[in-house]
């Protein structure tokens, strides 16, 4: 039998350790799509309705949809497109 003397160690939420080094979100890929295609304006005295979407997609590029579990990590106004994401992926 052991006696230990002392207080014990506050409860802590276990996580792993790794995904604590840093700022990392965990994300799920939920659908990937090819870049949208502008259709050429066959009417060139038609004018953008929409301001703001002038350019395209890159042509390589791909479009991730994904679903994070853990919102209240994102940081606000992540819309606004202040932010650069960069996306690491690890196999399962």
């Given amino acids: 039998m052991d006696f230990v003397v002392g207080r014990s160690a506050?409860?802590?939420q276990t996580?792993?350790?790794s995904s604590e080094k840093g700022n990392f979100i965990e994300a799920k890929v939920l659908h990937v799509r090819e870049p949208r295609r502008?259709?050429?304006n066959p009417d060139s005295r038609h004018q953008e309705s929409r301001q703001g979407t002038a350019s395209s997609d890159?042509?390589?590029a791909r479009v991730l949809v994904?679903?994070?579990?853990?919102?209240?990590?994102?940081?606000?106004?992540?819309d606004?497109?202040?932010?650069?994401v960069f996306l690491r992926f690890v196999r399962k």
């Fill in 66 to 78: 994904m679903l994070v579990p853990d919102a209240f990590r994102l940081p606000d106004g992540l």
């Fill in 10 to 12: 506050p409860v802590t």
């Fill in 80 to 84: 606004s497109g202040d932010y650069r």
């Fill in 15 to 17: 996580s792993n350790s």
């Fill in 38 to 40: 502008r259709k050429p």
């Fill in 58 to 60: 890159p042509a390589g």
